[in-house]
Every structure is written in C-alpha cells, then in structure tokens.
C-alpha cells in the first residue's frame, strides 16, 4: 500500500502510545482518585462534545475531504478559500448550537435527573465541543495534506497525556473537581493551536484568501449537495455510536456510564490499527477515484481487510483472555469505592465481537464516501440509527448494559453486510480469501485452548503467562497462513533490524 503503510505504522505507534496512556488513565487513574459517577462525568462530557462538535461542522469536514485535492490541483495555496469558507460555516454551526442550548437550558436539565452532576456542569461542554470544533476543521486539512501521522499523535497521545496531568493535580488536591471540569473543557485548545501553527508554517494552508474562486463557483451545486448528504450520514453515524452514552445517563446515571465507558474503551484498543488507516487512506482514495485508478482501490480494499483482520483476532484474542484479570485489579484498586466492576467480562467480549466485524471490512466505508456514490454512505448511516437508538432504548430498560452491548453487535452486523454488499454489487469488490476464513477458526481454536490453561492466583502472572502463550501461538499460525503478508515482513524486517543492532554491539 506504499504511503498508507508506512504512514500508517507511524501512526499507529502514536495511537497505541495513546491507548496506553488512556487505559493508565481510565483503569487506574481514574478509578484510584474519581468516584464511578465522577468518571461517567467525564466520559458523558467527552462522548456529548464529540456529538455536538459534529453537528457545528454543518458538513464541511467531508468536503474537505473530497473537494480540497481539487482546489490544490487548480488553484494552489495562493487562491485557495477553501479554509476561510469552511471556518465560517463552522463558527455559524457553533453560534446555532449556543442559541439552541441557550433556549433549552431548563429542559436539558430537567432530562438529566437521574445525573445531576452533568445538569450541573452542563455548561461546560460548551468551550469543549468549541475547540474539539477547531481541531477537528485544522485536522481535514492537515489530512489532505498527508500530515495524518501528526494528527494521530495530537489527537490520540497528547490529549491524553494533558488528560493525565489534569487526574494527578487533582488527585494530589492542587486543584479541585470544579476546576478539573473547566480545564478538561479546554483541553483541545493546545492541540488546536500547535495544528495551526504546524499548517501556517508549512505554506502549503492558509486562511487569508478570502476572495470565491472559480473552483468554487463550478462546483458548489456539487459540494452542497455533498455536504448535506454526507453530513448527514456522518451525525447519523456518530449518533448512533454515541447514544448509548445519553440513554444510559439518562435512565440509569452516571455511574452505569463509567462501567460501560470502561467496555467501549477496552474493546475501542481494536481500532488502533483502524484509525491509522482512516486518515491516511481517505487522501490517497480520493485521488484515486479521481484518477480513476481502480485497480488501486481493489489493492487498498484487500490489503486492509487481511492487515485489519489479523491485528484485530490479536488484540480480540487478548483482551478476552485479559479481561477477568482486569476486572480483579480494578475492584482491587477502587476498593474505597466498593469494587462492582464484574459486568465488564460479558459486556467486553461482546463490544469487542462488535468492533472485531467492523474490522473485518476494512476500509469500506472510506471507500464509499470517498467515491461518486457518497449518498450511499448516508442511507447505510440512517439505518444505523434507526437500527440502533430503539434497540438500545428497548434493550437497556430490559437487560440493563448488556442488552446495550447486544444492540451494538447486532446493529454493527447489519450496518456492516449492507455496505460490503454494495461494494460487491456495485463494483465486483470481494477482499475475502480462503485463508481469511481458515485464519479465522484456527485463530478462533486458539483462544479456545488458551482459556483453558488453569488460572495462576496472581493476576499479573496470569496476564504473563497467557499473553505470551497466545501470542506466540498466534505468530506461529500467522507465518504458517500468511493471511497478512505486509504485517509479517514488517515485523520480520524489524526483528532483523533488531538483531543486527544487538550483533553490532
């Protein structure tokens, strides 16, 4: 895959150091000094802000995504709007929603009695989705300008390093809850600010062009039209990944919220490998289709469904032989807090069975938005909200978080066989081989027999001793399969790099 692979190792050593770092922080962290309705807080903060930043882009982020190639090739940076148009629309979406809020207050937090603590602090979602707003607008740009790597570091690994400086001030009492809350608020804004600053300097963005261009007058029947198409689909898409954070606020509290934010974000470690994928293949997509290169998309298709699907029946694989030991560490290490952290076991193996699916499609969905049948993305990301919104209502109030963590299994089945079967229908695309099918039961066999090694008393010996065993077991059935052929000679290449390194010494 050339520029997506490299560029897209590179950026999933940064998501992966964010992981590390964001699991440090949401299972220890937090769980040592923040009580479970504390932390369901922090995580309706995050979940609502990332809704609403959305909705305040009004549809520009996808026509950056799509159009800005364009208006490089014809216009260059000298005479290029493009940014100063799209920033205009953003900070109208903004000055909607705060009028919107304004007009609502009493009702918002009238729907949030069951969490108080959020009706309480409400406001400061406020200066959060703005700045999360800002960054999101720099990071279109700085995708089309092949700088996903740096994103990916901002995004995934400086947030949640400021996040970690933010649980130990207060932690150690320097500062309190009030004050955490109104600083987490603008915790974008030194990402935000260091992107403009990198994209300013580059000299290939800028915003002081402010004169509509021809490129624009030619094609903004296409572009709106785009826009509120696949904005559309996009809000759909992450209303429905999100909802389940505000139905679970608003009928069961917040502390149910912080046990469920535990399971999305363990069985979220499966989207490393994805998202690296995400920023950098939506550039080199485009062009494609531009280009007309179909035997490129075809390449980029298969090779990320047999690198998506291997990493994630790895990481599947030890999250599920993991997650009772990380359920004993973390009643342990919430003790003044009663422990009842039990429930993550099923509702992990079943949100990361959803996430393994979404996987196993590769880039589908950018392969679709990025293509002259975009619309599409929208009517699939409809049906995913219709889908999902009243499964979650109807299977939360009758089985409680797992029947949430069902619903995403089912709607992410769904959302995910429809889009691979146009891609199949519409362009002939199959990424599937036979070794993907006989990768998956023996993988699957795998796990299976590993469970089955009796458990050492210790929990860290534990997680030692069947971590090593399985991925040992799932090296050796990967170089006998061969199902990932660019991961396996990477790591071979690197483990030669290594051993020459140690020889030289």
Known sequence: MGIIQKQGIKSSYFIFLGFLIGAVNLLVLFPMFFSKNDQGLVR??????????????????????????????????????????????????????????????????????????????FSYIYPYTFFLLLFYWLEAFAWGLHKGVMTNFLRETAIRVLTTILILLFGFHIIDLTQFIGLFSCIYLIPMLYLLYNLIQSKEWSI??????????RLKGRMISFALFVFAGQFFNLLARTNDTFMIVGLKGLSDASIFAIA????????????SLTSISIPILAKSWKEKDFE????IYHKSVSNLLAIGLLLFGLIWLNIQNLV??????????????????????????????????????????????????????VLFVIVSIPLNYFLIKHYDLIGLAISNLIA?????????SFLYAKFNL????????????????????VHQIPAAENFVANIAIQSIIYATGFYLLTLWINPAPEILNYFKDFA???YGRLFKK
């Not at 974000?265 to 998202?275: D, H, K, N, W």
């Open 44 to 121: 309706a903060m995050i979940d609502i802000g990332a809704t609403l930043s959305v909705f305040c882009t009004l549809g520009t982020l996808p026509v950056v995504y799509k159009f800005y190639p364009f208006y490089n090739h014809y216009l260059g940076n000298n005479k290029n709007e493009l940014p100063f148009l799209t920033l205009l629309i953003n900070l109208l979406g903004f000055g909607i929603l705060l009028i919107i809020g304004w007009q609502n207050k009493e009702f918002i937090i009238r729907k949030l009695g069951k969490s108080p603590s959020l009706g309480h602090y």
């Open 296 to 299: 490129n998309i075809k390449n």
């Open 208 to 217: 002081r062009n402010f004169n509509i261009s021809s490129v624009t007058k």
């Open 328 to 381: 004993s560490f973390l009643n342990w290490i919430s003790h003044k807090q009663g422990g009842g952290y039990d429930a993550l076991v099923n509702l992990a193996f079943i949100l990361g069975l959803a996430k393994l699916i979404d996987l196993a499609t590769g880039v589908n969905a950018q392969i679709i938005g990025t293509s002259n049948y975009w619309k599409f993305d929208f009517f699939t990301n």
């Open 264 to 275: 999305t974000y363990v069985s979220a470690i499966l989207e490393i490998p994805q998202r």
């Open 430 to 449: 199959q990424p599937y081989r036979w070794k993907h099918g006989l990768f998956l039961i023996l993988s699957t066999g795998l796990m299976l027999l």
């Open 412 to 420: 992410y089945t769904l959302y995910n066989t429809v889009r691979f």
């Open 496 to 498: 030669a790099k290594q």
